[in-house]
């Protein structure tokens, strides 16, 4: 699908509209517009000007493949805390702000991120910001979060919270993602 090219929306779906987080329902019929796919999800704009964001489980309805999560069945790794650190950080990069093409590891959201022993395999614990205190996409990439990190082989509790202190500034941003936002 081109960001371009208009989609007619196959079937009623609930999205979440963006920045504000708000749910509302994409009619079967209306017409939409592809401007992000990362992450699993999508963020389309709608025929009306709203941005709102698509869960992957809903692709089929702009005429994607459903996007599933579940735990990957790398059962031997599920034992080893270092690897399931590097794929809890591998789940951080693939939560992406719905209006920012970057991961929220690469734009500075990650406060802190944890591995430790919990009953039955492990525990993992980040605390994460968002670009602007007014934003209500928080409790949506908490969610968004806390599952990703549910479907690491080992992972049997998350704890994952939204903090404002310190703010967030630009200067968390990497370079790479800098980069490619054009800011250098």
Same mark, same amino acid.
């Given at each position: 699908?081109?960001?371009?090219?208009?989609?007619?929306?196959?079937?009623?779906?609930?999205?979440? *509209?963006?920045?504000?987080?708000?749910?509302? &329902?994409?009619?079967?019929?209306? &017409?939409?517009?592809?401007?992000?796919? %990362?992450?699993?999800?999508? &963020?389309?704009?709608?025929?009306?000007?709203?941005?709102?964001?698509?869960?992957?489980?809903?692709?089929?309805?702009?005429? *994607?493949?459903?996007?599933?999560?579940?735990?990957?069945?790398?059962?031997? %790794?599920?034992?080893?805390?270092?690897?399931?650190?590097?794929?809890?950080?591998?789940?951080?990069?693939?939560?992406?702000?719905?209006?920012?093409?970057?991961?929220?590891?690469?734009?500075?959201?990650?406060?802190?991120?944890? /591995? &430790?022993?919990?009953?039955?395999?492990?525990?993992?614990?980040?605390?994460?910001?968002?670009?602007?205190?007014?934003?209500? *996409?928080?409790?949506? %990439?908490?969610?968004?979060?806390?599952?990703?990190?549910?479907?690491?082989?080992? /992972?049997?509790?998350?704890?994952?919270? %939204?903090?404002?202190?310190?703010?967030?500034?630009?200067?968390?941003?990497?370079?790479?993602?800098?980069?490619?936002?054009? *800011?250098?």
């Amino acid at each position: 699908m081109q960001p371009e090219q208009p989609v007619i929306v196959k079937r009623d779906c609930v999205v979440l *509209m963006i920045p504000s987080g708000e749910k509302l &329902t994409l009619a079967s019929g209306s &017409t939409v517009w592809l401007t992000q796919s %990362l992450g699993g999800s999508y &963020t389309v704009m709608t025929d009306r000007g709203y941005m709102v964001r698509l869960e992957g489980k809903d692709a089929d309805a702009i005429g *994607m493949t459903p996007i599933f999560d579940g735990q990957s069945g790398q059962a031997s %790794l599920a034992n080893n805390i270092e690897a399931v650190e590097r794929r809890v950080w591998e789940q951080l990069r693939s939560c992406f702000d719905p209006e920012i093409p970057v991961n929220i590891v690469e734009l500075g959201l990650i406060y802190d991120c944890a /591995v &430790t022993p919990a009953e039955d395999g492990f525990r993992a614990t980040v605390r994460f910001t968002l670009t602007a205190r007014g934003c209500g *996409m928080g409790e949506v %990439l908490k969610r968004d979060i806390a599952a990703k990190l549910l479907a690491v082989p080992g /992972v049997r509790e998350a704890d994952v919270e %939204l903090v404002w202190d310190p703010p967030w500034n630009q200067s968390r941003i990497s370079a790479a993602a800098k980069l490619q936002l054009g *800011m250098e």
